[in-house]
Structures are given as structure tokens and as C-alpha cells.
């Protein structure tokens, strides 16, 4: 847009010489000034592609050396932009009851900016596929499920450092978010199996000079079709991010994404976040109208096929776009 924009400029010279300004004397209405927002480009391929190196490490069940090996590669990817890292490990206790250890993985970019946003997505994987009607004991890929978040903030933080931003960001990857203990008609749903990445982080904050102001968290965000409601949590505790988000996506013409419509409730990390840290905090995800058996999410959801094959551009192109516009928008005041 800027390039455009100073091009137009030195052909609107070139013609003002050419034509020896003869309509100088005219009176030609100046252009209306329009408040513009620069903020670097998002690559779709990019994020694609970082979809693509998670899933092939394998599926990234905690404690297993797929799982490290992969937390080593984001971790390191993200210092390549120039961002601060750091691991939070800790050992919690899961869903049989028994000791596991996880790994947050933290990448921070202006450490001493007092406004600062939270950006976060889980990167562990389902350890089992209980969703499937084949291999339900194996685990999941989780392209979707795991990668596709971490992929859009993967990209967020690349083009980030290379267009400075008046922010703090803190980007936090939760791990054990998806090692949740299977819904089952003879005990009660235990919600507080999920999210334990989360529920630790959120208990035992990372030091920040000051707590973010607003949070973002994407789960699901790249599959074909992709559609986003406005979560019922986050317009309870996070209407006016809700609004910021869902009218940037209309402005980009991506309503067809972001519907404008609201849903139920979901437990999701951004529970914990907005109960336990007191960091106002959305969630978007995919909560499709033709979701799977279990009536909410996608039909790929905790099975095989949540692999590459459901993963599309646009829709990480879509999210990752909306995201760069709020936070350039958010630190340009213009919000
Ligand atoms: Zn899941």
C-alpha cells in the first residue's frame, strides 16, 4: 500500500512536468486524507509451511522426543526473527492422575513496552485420536489442531521483525492443552484435564514489566472453510477485542471467515486466562456449521485426518492478516 501510494505520487509529478502544470491554475479539490496504517506483509506460504515442519517432526504428545524436538526448532526459529525465548517447564500432574512434564514455549519482542498484547496458541498434539473410528489409540497430527496456530504466530513474529511495532508482545504456546481426559457417560466431564499448559502459565506468569492488556489466542485456524464465530467466553470477558478483531476482518474482506454471528461457550486456554490471569482474552477457532458427530467442532477434529491435506493458505493467510492489522492498530493508538 505504501509503495503504491508513493508511486502514484511520482507519476502525479511526472505529469505535473510533462504537462508543464498547466491545470495548475485550476482548482483541483486536494485528496482526502485518509489515517493509513503501514504494517508488513503476512505470508501465507510461509505460515504454510511452518504447518508443514511441525507435522513432520510427528505427533507432539508431551514427553516424547518428538515433542522436544520440536519445541527446540520453534524455539529457535522464533530467536531467528530476533525475538527473546525462554521455556517454562513444569511438572503437573495429567489426566490419569500421573506426573507429566510440559514445556510453555515463550517468545517476547519489546520487553520494556508497558502496553503489551498477549498472543497465544497450543502446540501440543492429542495423544490419542478418540474421535476416529480407526487407530483411536495412536496419536494425532494435528496440523490443525496444534500446528495451525503456532504457524500464523510463527509468521506474525517473522514479519514483525522486520517492520518495528510500538507494542510489547508476548507470544505464549501453550503445551498439554489437548491431553484431556476423554468425555465419558460414566464420570463426569473433568475440564480441568485440558488446558493445563494454560491453567500452570496462568498461575505462574512469566515476569513482564507490566500484564498484557488484551489477549489473542488461535485454535484451529487453517483448516479449508474455516469459520469463526464469536465465542461465547470471549464476548463475555472480551467484547471490545471481539468487536476489534471481527470489524478488522470485515474491513479486509474476510466476513466470510469471521461470521458475524455468535456461538456457545467453549473451553478452550482463554478460559483459564480470563478466570485464573485476569488478561482479557479472546479465542478464535473453527466452529464449522457441519461440525463432526460430536456436534461442535471440525469432522477432521481428534481424528487421522486432522493432517495437511485440510490445511489451506487462505485461511491462515485470513487470520494472520486480521492479527497484523489489530496489533499495528492497537499500537498506532488508531484503536
Ligand atoms: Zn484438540
Redesign the pocket.
Known sequence: MKNLLSLLGISALLGCLVNSCETANQTTPPSPVVAEITAPVFNRDSAFLFVQKQVDFGPRVPQTSEHAACADWIKSTFESFGWITQFQEAEVMGYDDQAMNIKNIIATINPDKKQRVLLCA?WD??RIADQDKERQDEPIL?AD??GSGVAVLMEVARAISLQAIDLGIDIVLFDA??QGESSSATRPYRQNTWCIGSQYWSKNRHPMVSKPYMGILL??VGSKGARFPREGLSVKHAGGIVSQVWNEALDLGYSDMFVNENFNEIVDDHLFINDIARIPTIDIINLPTNPSANGT?GHY??THKDNMNIIDKHSLGAVGEVLIQVLYKNASGAL
Open positions: 497450543h498434539t492429542r494435528g489442531d496444534g492443552e489437548d485454535d484451529m467442532f477434529w481428534h
